[in-house]
């Protein structure tokens, strides 16, 4: 027997749910815990989650032998084979559709950044504005 989905999330709690899954994520599907992970509400809609330290052993290895457009390419279609998860992930703690999400990285720094655009329906909540750290 399944639990129903909680209620949805807000504020810091929202922001740092968010950020709790995306390290989730990126623990089970890439073996690797981010070194660092934040989550911000920029505007009321879109939800941006930065992640440093993101790289595997193999693929520091790989960018250090100037093979980093093969890490890029690979984990650009591994992102996008996994969008759902990541877009469910975020439309379950928020309570909103994810009507756009946008997934990349960067060599150097070692970096991914995982956004979200969420619809312009808010779900009814007891707090005020979602908070702005997390």
Not at 72 to 90: L, N, S
Request: net charge negative; with cysteine; aromatic share 6%.
């Amino acid at each position: 027997m399944s639990l129903p989905d909680p209620s949805p999330l807000f504020g810091d709690a929202l922001l740092e749910a968010v950020t709790d899954a995306m390290v989730a994520l990126h623990v089970r599907y890439y073996h690797r815990t981010p070194a660092s992970a934040k989550t911000q509400l920029l505007g009321g809609d879109l939800l941006a989650c930065v992640l440093g330290g993101i790289y595997t052993d193999v693929e520091k290895t790989m960018i250090e032998l100037g093979r980093g457009g093969s890490v890029h390419d690979t984990r650009g279609q591994f992102q996008h084979a996994m969008r759902h998860k990541f877009v469910e992930a975020v439309e379950r703690l928020s309570g909103r559709t994810v009507i756009a999400f946008i997934s990349n990285h960067h060599v150097g720094p070692d970096l991914a950044v995982e956004l979200f655009w969420l619809d312009g329906s808010k779900p009814a909540a007891s707090d005020p504005e979602p908070g702005q750290s997390g």
